[in-house]
């Protein structure tokens, strides 16, 4: 029993759940989720973590199953909750806990962290006495228990910082109001003592006063941006703010003093970053607040950039993000924008913003000793590509945006000196002279950045014949920094000049000259960096509008071998992800082309596929370039089975985990594979197993589509091998999808099953119907029903017009069903579907079906049937309506009807672009509807109603019919 449960027990499997033998650790696993529900539980752990003489790792696991067991079962709802007695009585001793304070700082933390998630739940209505338990402590005098304190403090205002309710809100900012006072001055006094202590070298002293003022900014920092409202600030902000304006210059200085070696300086810089963070925080947060320091601000930055050795490289973020694009309404937008504007003119003038740049260029823009290290360690992921918001919290991308920026809002000033800083691109340094390389690489990387800015000033393809092309060339090892940079450069040209924002072309032989020059930069004897770099240059050069496959093809073979040489090469997934993407560009850009020389590819594929077994997202990266091969080898695509198929099936197995990364583009494979089989092997068909697993499972929308869209090409790959094994299953789950309760979703799926439907009636028009015969009355019902989804009723009304067309027998065999099911006469029955059908023929939207409605409809008219009698008028309203769309020249003497397939349709070099297209025209070619044209369909059968009906009713029912409708009809006939 749980009371039974003894401190000693529960020690020992958390004793063994830090062991290393994995039968014991998975015996401790079991034991303790079979406790983490019983009664005292929790209290036995905050017992054990709190008596300091066992063991730390004891002490630890204790820790981390308490801080779990808050997550699962702290809150009243979650099944198993802690009672409310017990829960009570841990809340007194974790506050009781402070006063003796832990001595492990890890297990603090997560103590504090744990504390925190229950004041989340609990504060203020269980728990009122927590903060003004906490503010109290950490006006104690014992260092270690007020740094808990401090600590705990600081993870609590971070817990309600994190809650967005209005409610929770309101509490927030009254917890601000009530405590921001106190800590703003404590951390005035103890980052003040730090200073003094540090620059009297007390060391002891100082670490002591600069971590409690780390951890009170820290809480401070939560408060600002959360906890205040701009309408109402704290009385105290413009205090706050000063302070830091008054102390970042006083810590900038004492950070340059203690050197980087000293053990304060690391804590002190990043007490400095702390700092900033709150200037760009507030900033974003409450821009109206933070307009007065703008200034300081910027002057703060500015004078950093230009006047110190080393940088704290948050005061560049700052200065970069403080152009004002935060949120606020437009009245103060306005406001802010003109005072900011006001602000640059002032500190950032013609006299220094050359300067500026210039620094930015020679202090931030050269390579660092890091990153040639990092290149000679880490080749393949050194150029990883970022997106996003990740520039802002990286130095070199971040001083790359403050320099557009500037350059930007000081063009006119700035460009002569960039210029000037540009031509010293016509020097050529010594291989050994690496500072020379690295300066040009600097001015390289200028140039890339202003491509958009100074295409008028520059000609690239004279620039690049004159200078790239002579550093591409140099082979010497230290050259590599520039033929690298070169190759970025080219990449970001040509892109500019495919976007059209210079609105210039460059020569067509240039091209081949950029073809050229990539493939020197892809030399199997290349440098690792620059390949990669050079092959996303090649990536930008090809997926363009003006591509020529013909001027590309005496390069492609030389291509392909460096870029699958290249990818057997790399180790990373990032840089094979990378390489890939380029591959798959290839492959979509040059097309069957690629066939002769993709048998390496083909080979190596299986072994990338078998050693990505850990790595998803890359198997997502060789299905992009599988789907793309496929579609360059079309059918000759069935030499890669044995290993395609069996990627297929892994891929789109929903009992995989991996399904859930891969299935996409699995289906995606799947499809394109299908579309491009010669024949329906035997593998092909046993794969359908899968689709039969994920139509049973898929009631989500978008995995329901891709899959009745694989469907639909194995119904016409197959055809009637296929019908004969699954019809009576695929009957079965139609029903389901489309009628059943818990799946039913109006307009949604419903529609693309009844696409799959009318495919299998237009193929197979006399057994279609037999099969899915439980499916017809419910559909002619719903067909009853005029304020059906339009969507649907346009392919129910196409689903009918078939089958009414091909298999009249099956249509009047549902309209006898529907009228006994419902007490009715078939011929009322007819008849309101008629005056339906005519009435919402305008809600058909495809051509195909709005004729095929009127030659069914037509097809119907020479039966002696009341309905259709009564509704002769309507149809032949019907009909003219869409021979106007199928014979659009008849004004002319042209009565061909458009949508009638001939030879030329069929058989010419557009006709059909995969083996799918080719089978999809061949069915159409037996399609009444591409077959038969509708003037004269509706001719022969107003002659069959004369003979039949006789001349006198005959007369009388064209009688009913309007005289221009009549005189249309006879202009169509010819």
Request: proline share 4%.
């Amino acid at each position: 029993m749980a009371e039974n449960l003894s401190i000693e027990v529960i020690i020992k499997a958390l004793a063994q759940a830090t062991s290393q033998s994995t039968s014991d650790l998975r015996e401790a696993e079991q034991l303790l989720k079979l406790w983490e529900t019983k009664r005292t539980f929790y209290l036995s752990l905050q017992t054990i973590f709190s008596n300091y003489e066992i063991q730390t790792n004891i002490r630890w696991m204790a820790v981390l199953y308490f801080k779990n067991g808050v997550d699962r079962y702290w809150r009243r709802s979650a099944p198993n909750a802690i009672s409310e007695d017990e829960k009570a009585m841990l809340r007194i001793r974790l506050l009781s806990a402070i006063n003796n304070p832990e001595p492990v700082n890890q297990i603090a933390t997560q103590i504090a962290v744990l504390l925190s998630k229950i004041a989340r739940v609990d504060f203020p209505r269980h728990w009122p006495e927590l903060v003004p338990f906490l503010l109290e402590a950490v006006q104690c005098n014992h260092n270690l228990k007020r740094n808990r304190a401090l600590l705990t403090l600081h993870h609590v205002i971070k817990a309600f910082a994190s809650k967005c309710l209005f409610n929770d809100r309101v509490i927030f900012s009254q917890i601000a109001n009530s405590i921001f006072s106190y800590l703003l001055q404590q951390w005035i006094e103890n980052t003040d003592n730090y200073i003094k202590f540090a620059s009297q070298q007390q060391n002891n002293e100082a670490s002591v006063m600069l971590n409690s003022s780390l951890l009170i900014l820290k809480v401070l920092r939560k408060l600002v941006l959360y906890g205040i409202d701009e309408h109402k600030p704290l009385s105290e902000f413009k205090d706050f703010m000063d302070a830091l304006f008054h102390r970042v210059s006083i810590l900038l200085n004492l950070r340059g003093k203690l050197g980087a070696n000293h053990a304060l300086s690391q804590p002190t810089e990043k007490l400095l970053i702390l700092i900033l963070k709150i200037f760009i925080g507030t900033q974003d947060q409450h821009p109206v607040l933070f307009s007065p320091y703008i200034a300081s601000s910027l002057q703060m930055s500015i004078t950093f950039i230009l006047s110190q050795e080393y940088l704290v490289k948050a005061v560049v973020f700052t200065c970069s993000r403080l152009s004002p694009k935060m949120k606020m309404n437009h009245d103060d937008e306005v406001k802010i924008t003109k005072n900011y504007q006001e602000v640059v003119r002032g500190i950032i003038n013609q006299e220094n913003v050359s300067q500026i740049c210039q620094t930015l260029i020679s202090r931030f823009f050269i390579l660092t000793q890091k990153d040639l290290f990092d290149w000679e360690h880490d080749p393949e992921d050194y150029d990883t590509e970022t997106g996003g918001e990740e520039w802002k919290y990286s130095l070199r991308p971040c001083t790359e945006s403050l320099f557009l920026v500037i350059f930007n809002e000081y063009e006119v000033s700035v460009k002569p000196a960039i210029l000037q800083i540009l031509s010293g691109v016509a020097t050529f340094p010594e291989p050994d002279d690496l500072n020379g390389i690295l300066t040009k690489d600097a001015i390289y990387n200028v140039t890339r950045l202003l491509s958009s800015q100074l295409y008028k000033d520059i000609n690239f393809s004279e620039w690049f014949g004159n200078y790239l092309l002579k550093d591409i060339k140099n082979g010497h090892p230290n050259y590599k920094i520039l033929r690298r940079r070169v190759a970025s450069l080219i990449e970001t040209w040509m892109s500019e000049y495919q976007h059209g924002m210079n609105l210039m072309r460059l020569p067509p032989s240039f091209r081949s000259t950029l073809y050229e020059t990539i493939l020197l930069l892809l030399d199997p004897s290349e440098d690792v960096v620059v390949r990669i770099t050079a092959s996303s240059a090649f990536r930008t050069i090809i997926d363009d509008f003006d591509f020529s496959v013909d001027q590309f093809l005496p390069y492609l073979e030389k291509y392909a071998l460096h870029l699958f040489q290249l990818l057997r090469q790399l180790n990373s997934c990032d840089a094979k992800m990378r390489i890939l993407s380029v591959i798959s560009t290839m492959i979509d850009r040059v097309g069957s082309q690629i066939t002769p020389f993709s048998s390496e590819l083909m080979q190596y594929l299986p072994q990338l596929w078998q050693d990505s077994e850990e790595h998803n997202m890359l198997r997502c990266s060789i299905l992009c370039t599988l789907t793309g091969l496929i579609q360059a080898l079309k059918s000759s695509s069935v030499q890669l089975y044995p290993f395609l198929l069996p990627v297929i099936q892994f891929s789109t197995d929903i009992d995989k985990p991996p399904h859930i990364y891969l299935i996409d583009d699995g289906m995606e494979l799947w499809k394109v594979t299908l579309c491009h089989a010669p024949t329906l092997t035997n593998d092909l068909l046993h794969l359908f197993q899968n689709l039969q697993q994920l139509l049973e499972k898929g009631f989500d929308i978008e995995n329901l589509k891709r899959s009745l869209d694989v469907l639909k090409s194995y119904i016409i790959l197959g055809g009637y091998d296929f019908m004969k094994v699954y019809s009576n299953w695929l009957a079965d789950l139609f029903f389901r999808l489309i009628y059943s309760d818990d799946t039913i979703r109006p307009g949604g799926h419903a529609i693309d099953v009844l696409k799959v439907l009318e495919l299998i009636f237009r193929e197979f028009p006399s057994e279609g119907p037999q099969v899915f015969q439980n499916l017809l009355p419910r559909i002619l019902e719903d067909s009853l029903h005029p304020q059906e989804y339009p969507p649907k009723m346009s392919i129910i009304l196409a689903l009918l017009g078939r089958l009414l067309l091909q298999n009249a027998t099956a249509f009047f065999a549902t309209i006898d069903m529907v009228a006994t099911r419902n007490g009715q006469d078939n011929e009322d029955i007819m008849k309101i579907l008629i005056q339906i059908w005519t009435e919402k023929i305008d809600v058909i939207l495809k051509p195909e079906h709005r004729k095929l409605s009127a030659l069914a409809l037509t097809s119907v008219l020479p039966l002696k049937n009341r309905a259709v009698c009564n509704s002769f008028s309507l149809i032949l309203n019907l009909c003219v309506d869409v021979l106007h769309e199928v014979c659009p020249d008849h004004s002319k003497g042209n009565l061909q009807d458009r949508l009638v397939l001939g030879e030329k349709e069929m058989f010419g070099p557009d006709a059909a672009d995969n083996e799918e297209e080719t089978r999809t025209r061949q069915l159409a070619m037996k399609d009444p509807v591409h077959n038969v044209p509708l003037n004269q369909f509706i001719k022969e059968r107003l002659d069959t109603c004369h003979v039949a009906y006789g001349p006198t009713s005959f007369t009388e029912l064209m009688d009913t019919v309007d005289i221009e409708v009549k005189q249309q009809l006879v202009k169509f006939f010819g």
